[in-house]
Structure formats: structure tokens, C-alpha cells
């Protein structure tokens, strides 16, 4: 019998693969005409990069420091070159070829669906599981906002976990290949967290199937799986080798590490930094976003708890009716409903968009944990329900508290509803693996009753339950409506609260009884294949396209074609203002620009045209995050003049022409800025950072310098008292990893340079005259050097040595998995198998019958 070709094997996924691309295009449509989304983090990350991509387009090179954003830092965390990635860029240029937007979504697509090949669904329910993570509304909320590496990570994720089932089902070969391969994208993806929740995910799996293996008495299977894993996990790890060097030696230094501050600091509010000196977020910071226990209903029924946190309502909801009763506008009464109604009432600050799943699917998941009876529903079940337990966050804090204290790295996250768009990708397996199950075993509708009618009380009677009787169980309310709506509405405000209640339950039972249809037509679809009325022709199509609908409908909700503009639009990410354009006429060196008329550190707006004393970024530097938290705003003035920042940007007063608007934003110069650097003339040594802080909030950092007794032999025995008098010092050359300065001391004296202190003598090296000077850190973040008496050229340079060894390790690593994707390649593609792959203990391809009279029966495991 002639074996079939590699094309006749691959035909079938070769067309649902085409289909899952066909489907990404369709959503996002508007990509064809030259559209795309605004992505507001992915404009935020542009306008830090601006500076680092201005330098590049000069010098043929990138900075490795920029001072576009906190007076400074590594540019590696915002924009670095990386020259060895072979693997990732070669994956990403073909990615790159396919529309934009919708390529994101079919890569997860794309990855989610080889997992359930590999375990062992057919073409029809692969292509089911991938478009329910693809399309799973928290992804979709998260494409909008610009989280493209977090759905890269998704997507990849699901890619490595069918490299590890492959290594521990015996296909080590394939296993290795495939794991280095997605492991290597997963790490270029960079989006850390994603990657933690997945890990323990995986060691979930790991410890299931190991367990299933040993019980089994293949004990070596296990071993050379796990060595298979290693040595595949170390190759991808290589291969973004530099990443993760300079990554773990940042983030030391970050909020996200140890802080030298005790409980003896506080800021002007009065919280203590003692949560910090423990290592990682403050817990309360990292637990600000934590999804409600309650509000995990959201997965089966998406508006149960209001949606997106503005807007979703019509001008049939009463909030519009209650705004036009009282004379607001029709226009203006719509276009609050429809944008900014505070629909949502869970726990959150603020949110684009529940957390639903698909009800449909959810109804197949449980199912399934009825239908499979081998291990592998334990790992569904228990990794779906861990990334629940973590979303909750502070609302299951004797668990998460634990963790997140004694579990190593958790507590460098924050925004612990992540694990949700995991708990996707886990609800999706299930739901095609329960479907699966069910067709191979040919299972019959007695044998489904009781599973059946379980999965549809637990599912579509909770629907039932609470489109008929929510108000009783819930109250629709927050304790921030009353002030949200008086800001809005004065003393009308509990009336639109009232109205603003009904409008919520309406979206509940709405929704609830959505969800209750849409489970009724998949459980009839599911009962009339198994009765034999439908043939899998029909039943496998339905299927798949109540899951769409279901999925698609509610994504529209929150990303729909309205949302995409032109790329010239997206392009031009900031206008500048009339301010910003007064700034760019001073072309003097090294100077910053402090920007009043918003939340300076949680923008990067100024950064985008100016060098910044703020800026977004969630890897900041600790000790600058502590100087603004704690120092800033009791010592203001004398701060902003030793950051350099030459020019304050403040809100325009009342146009005289028309008193009820005001002028742009304007450009304030700052007289008494202390530049580039400076000679001091009092030198105050301290004990420790307590101490320092102290000091800095009633420091003049012009005439003194505060400095950590650490740093007593880089003064070389200066005095704690300097004449400076005629002494000079002036910046002669800008780039952001290399300054020059042209110093002329009278004395002896201390220099202090408005720059940020960073890894001295190691990754900042400094010169005098050509000759490695050591320097040291001054008024907790800035840097120092002792400068000896006559004229001098003093330069800093970026440079740090792990970056170098990074290149060599990615070098080396990506060779080697090249090589080894290329042997493995050439290998499987000599010796045809089937489809598909050795049995396995936790595969669910042969469970054991669901009733009495059939138990003994024969099953063929594929």
C-alpha cells in the first residue's frame, strides 16, 4: 500500500490554516484599504524610541542609553539592536509579509492550532480551539490597547506547549525542535509575564503527565523528555542570550527590585516605602487590577458586569433618557451613552473589555471534563482554574499573597488579570479535545445524557438563573459612581444612578440570555450528531460557527471597523504644540523639558520631542522612581533645576479674547536650571539611602551634594567643604551613551553632572583626559566625579560589557537551533508517519467508557 505525500498529509491543515488566516482578514477588513489601529501602548513605546531612532538615522548606529525618558536610561529596555536573532527575525519578516493587525491574531491562531494536532484533534476541531483563543474578547481588548507582545506570547505559548507534549510523548527529536523553535519566539516576543503564567502552566503538565508516565512504567520516557526539554529550553534560551542577561541585571536596579528604603520613608501622602525594601512591586501596586470572584461570570456571559469601562449604551438605555429629560442635548446625550456612560461596576480601576470566553465554548469545557477520563483533563482543569485564582488577585489574597511572597519572580508582575488570556487557550483545548473524545469513542446519546444535562445546568441553567433573577444577587452599583456622576451631573447625580442600575441589569439579562441561546444550539447540535440526524459534515461546521459568531459578535463591541484609521494617521503619533515648537528652536546640548500639564511619569508624550524628566514605562529605575515619589513634591524647584530641566511646559491661561477657553499649552524657560554640571562647594556624607532621601527634601542641590558614605574613596579625600570660585565645567558633546565635558578647576573640587547614576565603573565608564576616572553617585541619582585642579576633558561612556557576551551566546545558540529545526526537518520529512502521534498517558484519545453496560468494551488509541 503506498504511503501518502507529505502535500496529501498536509493538505487538510494547509486549508483550515488558510481559513484561519481568511478569518483574521475578515475581522479585520479595514486592513485591506491601508487601515490600521491606533494601538495607544504601541504609540506610547514609539514616542520613548524617538530619540534612539533619531540618533540611528545620524550615526548609522543606536544609542545604547537614551535621556529620553526619567532623565535616563538603558535604551536595551526600550529599543536595542540585537543582530544575532536569526530565528526570531526570520520568523518575523514572514509574518511581517501578511496584513498587519490581522497577522497578530492568526499567529495564535496558527500556534494554538498545531497544539491540538499534536493532540490529536482533527483539522475541524484544531481550527474550533485556535479561533476561540484567537478570538477570546480579552485578546482582542488587549490588540486594541497596542499589547502586540502580549499576543505574540500567547500565541507562541501554545506553540511551545506542543513541543513539550511532543518531547514527553517520546518524539523527542520533533519535541526538541519544536520547543526551541517557540520557546526562542516566546523569548522574542518579550513580554515577561505572559511567559512566567505559561511556565507554571507547563509545570502543571509536566507533573501530571510525569506522574502518568511513571504509574505507567516508562520512567525512561520521562527522563529523556525532560533532558530533551533541557537541552532545547537552554538552545532557545541562548538564542535571546543578550535579552536576558541585560533583562536580569536591569531589573535589579528597578521598581521591580530591592529598595535601600525603610519604613523610616514616606511620601507626602504618608505610605511608607517599607513594602518596597522587601524586593519587587508593592504588593498594592501589583494587585490594582484583579478580577472579582463574582465577576469571573463575565467568561460565560460578557456585559454581566457592564462591559468596557465608558460607553456601550443606546438611546434606548435610560441613562440617555434620564440626560434628555433634563434638557441635555440628543447629540451630545448619544455620544455619552455610546462613550462614556461608566457602564462597568466590577472591581477594577478601568477596563476596554470583559474577559469572555465564549458561552458556547465554556458549555463544551465542562463537557469535556465529563468526556475525557484520562489525565490530561486534570491539567486542563487545574491550569484553567489556577489562571482564574490569579486573575482574582487581591480578592483571593490568603492564596495570591502567598505566591505572590514566596513564589520566586511573581512578585515582579503586576495587572494579575493577565492570566485570564491563558485560561483561554486552556478552555479552547478542552472544548475540542471533549469533542474529540466524543467522535472517536462514537459515543451515543445515552451514554452523553447525564454529562449533557449536567454541562447545561451548570452552564445555560446559570444563564437562565441570572437573566431572570440577578437584581436579587448582585447590587450594579461601585462606591465611585456617586463621585464619577457628580462630576458630570451635580446634584442630579443619584438620579442618573438610579438610571444607570437599570441600564446595567438590562445588559445583564440581555447577555444572559444570549449566552442561554447560543449554549441551547450547540447542546442541540451536539445532540443531533450523536443521534445520528447530522453527519460530522454538518455537525463540524455548525459548530465551528456558533463558536465564531459567539466570539466575533462581542469583539465587535469593543473593536469594530470604526476603531481603525490610516496609517498616515497613525504615523503622526503627537502634533506638536505651539509650546513643543518654541522648545525646538534651543539646540544647546543635554537640556530637559518637565511637562505640568498632565501625569508627567505616565506619559511619554514630551518624550516623543523633547528629553523628558518623566515618561511611561513599567521598568523604571528605583531609585529615580523613589527621588519623584518621596522628594519631588516637597522640593520641587531645586529638583527640576539639578535634572537640567531648562523648560517647564504649563497649561494656557484663559484666552483674553474669550475668557471660557483657554490658550495652548506654553513654554515657561526655567532661570534658575543648573545645566549639564556643576562644581559644589559643601559635600554632606550620609549612612545610608534613608538618610540620603531625607536630605534631598531640603536639599540646595547648587551649592551641596549629598553622598552614601559607600562612595568615601571615589571623594579621594576631599574636604566636606570646596571653593569653587572661578571653577568651570560645560557639556561639548551630546550623544546619550557618550557625553564630552570641558572642565577647568581652579582646586581641587566635586563635580556633580545632571545625569543618572547607572551601574558606575561597570556599564557607565569615565574618563579624564583619556584615562579611566572613577565616579561616583550624588543627590541619590545623579553622578559625581572628583576633578582634579587645571583644565580637563572629562567623558562618559555607555558601554556595558554583558551586551557583548550577549551578542557571542545569541551567535552561537541561534546556529545550533538552526541546525537542529533544519536536521529535524530533513528527517521527519524522509520518514512519513501518520498524523497522528504516539499514544500518551494524559492523551485523552482512548477514555474509559462513560456507562456500565459498556465497560470492557474494546477502543482503538490512535
Keep these: 500500500m503506498n504511503q501518502p505525500t507529505l502535500f496529501h498529509r498536509l493538505r487538510p491543515h494547509l486549508i483550515a490554516v488558510l481559513g484561519l488566516l481568511v478569518l483574521a482578514i475578515i475581522y479585520f ?453 456617586l463621585d464619577r456622576l457628580a462630576s458630570y451631573f451635580g446634584e442630579a447625580a443619584k438620579d442618573f444612578q438610579t438610571a444607570l442600575i437599570s441600564d446595567r441589569q438590562s445588559m445583564l439579562r440581555s447577555d444572559a440570555f444570549r449566552s442561554l441561546i447560543l449554549i441551547l444550539i450547540t447542546a442541540g447540535a451536539l445532540w443531533a450528531f450523536v443521534t445520528g440526524k447530522i453527519k460530522s459534515g454538518i455537525f463540524y461546521p455548525v459548530l465551528l460557527a456558533v463558536v465564531i459568531f459567539d466570539l466575533f459578535s462581542v469583539d465587535k463591541r469593543f473593536l469594530n471597523n470604526a476603531d481603525f484609521i490610516t496609517k498616515t494617521q497613525a504615523n503622526q503619533i503627537f502634533e506638536p504644540t505651539a509650546a513643543d515648537q518654541q522648545i525646538l528652536q534651543d539646540k544647546s546640548l543635554g537640556y530637559r523639558v518637565f511637562d505640568q500639564t498632565g501625569s508627567f511619569m505616565e506619559t511619554n508624550r514630551t518624550s516623543y520631542f523633547h528629553r523628558s524628566i518623566g515618561g511611561y514605562n513599567t521598568t523604571r529605575l528605583r531609585r529615580y522612581n523613589e527621588l519623584i515619589n518621596y522628594a519631588f513634591q516637597r522640593n520641587t524647584h531645586p529638583i527640576l533645576n539639578m535634572l537640567n530641566a531648562k523648560y517647564v511646559i504649563q497649561q494656557g491661561q484663559p484666552d483674553p479674547a474669550n475668557p471660557q477657553q483657554q490658550t495652548g499649552p506654553v513654554a515657561l524657560p526655567n532661570p534658575e536650571v543648573m545645566g549639564a554640571a556643576w562644581f559644589v562647594g559643601t559635600v554632606q556624607q550620609v549612612g545610608n539611602a534613608d538618610e540620603e532621601m531625607a536630605a534631598m527634601k531640603t536639599l540646595n542641590p547648587r551649592d551641596s551634594a549629598v553622598v552614601d558614605k559607600r562612595f568615601a574613596a571615589e571623594l579621594g579625600g576631599l574636604p566636606g567643604t570646596l571653593d569653587h570660585t572661578g571653577s568651570t565645567i560645560q557639556l561639548t558633546s551630546y550623544r546619550p551613551d557618550k557625553l564630552i565635558y570641558q572642565a577647568n578647576a581652579v582646586k581641587d573640587g566635586l563635580v556633580v553632572f545632571s545625569e543618572v547614576y547607572y551601574r558606575g565603573h561597570e556599564d557607565w565608564q569615565a574618563f579624564i583626559d583619556g584615562k579611566p576616572a572613577p565616579h561616583l553617585r550624588a543627590d541619590y541619582v545623579l553622578r559625581a566625579m572628583k576633578v582634579p585642579a587645571g583644565k580637563h576633558t572629562i567623558e562618559f561612556r555607555f558601554d556595558p560589557p554583558l551586551a557583548h557576551t550577549g551578542d557571542t551566546i545569541d551567535l552561537i545558540c541561534n546556529v545550533l537551533l538552526i541546525a537542529l529545526i533544519g536536521f529535524v526537518g530533513f528527517r521527519e520529512g524522509r520518514s512519513p508517519r501518520s498524523e497522528s502521534t504516539p499514544a500518551s498517558p494524559i492523551v485523552p484519545v482512548a477514555p474509559d467508557v462513560l456507562k456500565p453496560e459498556t465497560k470492557g468494551a474494546k477502543v482503538k488509541t490512535r
Design 29 to 481: 477588513s479595514p486592513v485591506l484599504s491601508g487601515k490600521t489601529l491606533s494601538m495607544s501602548d504601541v504609540q506610547q513605546s514609539m514616542a520613548s524610541a524617538q530619540e534612539i531612532r533619531d540618533f540611528a538615522k545620524q550615526t548609522g548606529e543606536k544609542p545604547l542609553w537614551t535621556d529620553a525618558v526619567f532623565s535616563g536610561m538603558p535604551a536595551y529596555m526600550i529599543d536595542f539592536n540585537y543582530p544575532y536573532i536569526f530565528v526570531y527575525k526570520a520568523v518575523m519578516g514572514v509574518v511581517s509579509l501578511l496584513p498587519n493587525t490581522a497577522s497578530v491574531v492568526f499567529v495564535v491562531m496558527l500556534c494554538a492550532y498545531l497544539l491540538l494536532v499534536v493532540l490529536g484533534c482533527n483539522p475541524w476541531l484544531s481550527s474550533l480551539g485556535a479561533a476561540a483563543y484567537g478570538f477570546g474578547t480579552l485578546g482582542i481588548v488587549s490588540l486594541e490597547a497596542g499589547h502586540i507582545s502580549k499576543l505574540y506570547a500567547m500565541g507562541f505559548g501554545a506553540g511551545l506547549l506542543a513541543g513539550v507534549i511532543l518531547a514527553l510523548r517520546g518524539r523527542y527529536w520533533l519535541g526538541a525542535a519544536v520547543t526551541g523553535l517557540f520557546l526562542s519566539l516566546e523569548f522574542g516576543a518579550n513580554h515577561i509575564q505572559i511567559t512566567y503564567y505559561l511556565f507554571l502552566t507547563i509545570g502543571l503538565y509536566v507533573l501530571i503527565e510525569g506522574i502518568a508516565l511513571i504509574r505507567g512504567g516508562k520512567t525512561k520516557q520521562l527522563a529523556l523528555g525532560l533532558a530533551t526539554l533541557a537541552v532545547a529550553g537552554a538552545l532557545a534560551a541562548g538564542s535571546f542570550g543578550k535579552r536576558l542577561l541585560v533583562l536580569n541585571q536591569y531589573t535589579k536596579e528597578t521598581i521591580r527590585g530591592t529598595s535601600e528604603l525603610t519604613a523610616k520613608t514616606t511620601n507626602p501622602d504618608g505610605k511608607s516605602a517599607s513594602s518596597e525594601s522587601k524586593g519587587g512591586l508593592d504588593k498594592d501596586y501589583a494587585f490594582t487590577y484583579s478580577y472579582g470572584k463574582a465577576e469571573t461570570l463575565t467568561l460565560l456571559i460578557p456585559n454581566a458586569f457592564g462591559g468596557a469601562s465608558g460607553g456601550g449604551l443606546g438611546t434606548d438605555s435610560e441613562f440617555y433618557k434620564a440626560m434628555t429629560s433634563r434638557g441635555v442635548d440628543p447629540a451630545a446625550a448619544k455620544q455619552m451613552a455610546e462613550l462614556g456612560a461608566p457602564t462597568y461596576w466590577g472591581d477594577q480601576p478601568m477596563v476596554g473589555g470583559p474577559a469572555y470566553a465564549g458561552a458556547a465554548l465554556i458549555f463544551l469545557f465542562v463537557l469535556s471534563m465529563f468526556v475525557i477520563r484520562t489525565p490530561i483533563r486534570w491539567w486542563l482543569l487545574s491550569a484553567t482554574v489556577f489562571m482564574i485564582m490569579l486573575a482574582w488577585g487581591k480578592n483571593l489574597l490568603a492564596f495570591n499573597g502567598f505566591l505572590f511572597d514566596f513564589l520566586p519572580y511573581l512578585n515582579k508582575f503586576r495587572a494579575m488579570t493577565m492570566a485570564l488570556c491563558l485560561a483561554q487557550l486552556f478552555l479552547g483545548v478542552g472544548a475540542a479535545l471533549g469533542i474529540q473524545t466524543i467522535v472517536d469513542q462514537k459515543l451515543t446519546f445515552a451514554q452523553l445524557r447525564q454529562p449533557l444535562l449536567i454541562s447545561f445546568g451548570l452552564t445555560g441553567g446559570l444563564a437562565l438563573i441570572l437573566a431572570l433573577l440577578g437584581s436579587a444577587f448582585f447590587s450594579f452599583q461601585t462606591p465611585v459612581d
